[in-house]
Nanobody
């Protein structure tokens, strides 16, 4: 599956953004999906994951209660709604696909990655 992330940009602290990740192919519902991020000078870190049917999600502690992952299998798209953004959320955000109907938080399990979209939060 090929992934195309979009929706990044510049936002003030406290603001909101919604990232989208469009997937190619007809088997999107066979994949668990995730979002990761990488800030300058730091390693890539897990942000959120969702299983194929949207009934199971997982969040990093740093974003719990502020970010929401969702998916629309009819549109082959996964979303990341980000509210109450903080300067420490500044990073390149990547969507990723895991060939399995459950979710995982291990980046090594994800076989497909999008190109990344930059989110900059100004304080």
């Amino acid at each position: 599956v090929q992934l195309q992330a979009s929706g990044g940009g510049l936002v003030q602290a406290g603001g909101s953004l919604r990232l989208s990740c469009a997937a190619s192919g007809r088997t999107f519902s066979s994949y668990g999906m995730g979002w990761f991020r990488q800030a300058p000078g730091k390693e890539r870190e897990f942000v959120a994951a969702i299983n194929w049917s949207s009934d199971s999600t997982k969040y990093a502690d740093s974003v719990k209660g502020r970010f929401t992952i969702s998916r629309d299998n009819a549109k082959n798209t996964v979303y990341l709604q980000m509210n109450s953004l903080k300067s420490e959320d500044t990073a390149v955000y990547y969507c990723a696909a895991y060939r399995g109907r459950y979710y995982t938080t291990n980046p090594g399990d994800f076989g497909s990655w999008g190109q990344g979209t930059l989110v900059t939060v100004s304080s």
